[in-house]
């Protein structure tokens, strides 16, 4: 946990961001999905016209975790990922969807030739300055951007403490000199509005260890390092009486913030 607290580190910002791809299986097997309540708000500015069959690109799509929620509710995905191993196991997960390789900086998309952009879990690995007027570019006017996030919702106290023995959140880099999880402001896009929503994920030890252990943070660590931070864990979990062996419902919120391209 070398540089927790020092302050924003690029080249270890640029490890973590491209590390998903090493643990791509583990990831679409053990990633919490979200809650079709969460999905449909951020699309309400667009389903206002047309309640299913909108066109929506799914940025920095991963496995597919949101691909598969828009699916599920009729939309038609184009999905754009720039990593190769996150890619191929979203066409494994999401054959329906079209798959492109791509980037927020960059996106394989003609102009205004979306109904709708979402992206899961990945505002922090953008650069906004650049990948705002991209979106603007291939998002049609009126319609939402919304980036939503799934959380450990550690308002609740065994959760905080979990926090504390497995530091995941983004502060972990220092990331205030970065923009972060919060949209930026800008021109071609109406001001960001908020909602938060409150889930449950069933899990094991064993299945919350395997979770945590898809995180970036953990996935840039050395192997004995790896092994260390996941006994930190499986120790604070045997203290804890909310983690049964049988099993028990992990506390989640989907934070969601959503704005609209100017101009509709
Ligand atoms: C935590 S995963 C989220 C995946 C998926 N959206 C989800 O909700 O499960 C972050 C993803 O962002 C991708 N990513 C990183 N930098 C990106 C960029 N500049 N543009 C687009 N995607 C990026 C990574 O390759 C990774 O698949």
Redesign the pocket.
């Known amino acids: 946990m070398g540089n927790q607290g020092t302050g924003y580190d690029p080249e270890l910002y640029a490890r973590r961001?491209?590390s998903?791809?090493a643990a791509a299986a583990e990831?679409a097997a053990h990633?919490p999905d979200?809650p079709a309540e969460a999905v449909a708000w951020a699309l309400a500015p667009a389903t206002g016209r047309q309640a299913a069959g909108l066109h929506v690109l799914?940025?920095?799509?991963?496995?597919?975790?949101?691909t598969l929620g828009l699916l599920a509710l009729g939309h038609r995905v184009t999905a754009?990922?720039?990593?190769p191993a996150?890619l191929d196991e979203l066409r494994r997960q999401a054959p329906q969807a079209t798959a492109l390789a791509?980037?927020?900086?960059r996106i394989p998309l003609p102009d205004a030739s979306v109904d709708a952009v979402v992206?899961?879990?990945?505002i922090h690995?953008?650069?906004q300055s650049r990948?705002l007027p991209e979106i603007a570019r291939v998002l049609r006017p009126g319609g939402p951007l919304a980036t939503?996030s799934?959380a450990d919702d550690d308002r609740v106290e065994w959760i905080a403490g979990l926090g504390e023995v497995s530091p995941s959140q983004v502060s972990y880099l220092g990331w205030a000199t970065r923009p972060g999880t919060r949209l930026a402001p800008d021109p071609a896009f109406d001001p960001a509005r908020d909602a938060d929503f409150p889930h449950t994920l069933r899990r094991t030890a064993d299945s919350l260890i395997a979770t945590i252990a898809t995180h970036?943070h953990m996935l840039v660590l050395e192997p004995a390092e790896r092994d260390e931070a996941k006994e930190r864990i499986r120790a604070y979990l045997r203290s804890r009486p909310e983690v049964s062996e049988d099993g028990f419902d992990l506390p989640l919120v989907t934070r969601v913030q959503r704005c609209v391209r100017a101009g509709g």
């Open positions: 961001r491209s998903f791809g990831y990633r979200y799914d940025l920095a799509a991963g496995t597919g975790k949101l754009v990922e720039p990593d996150m791509g980037s927020a900086e992206v899961g879990q990945a690995w953008f650069d990948a939503l799934n970036s």
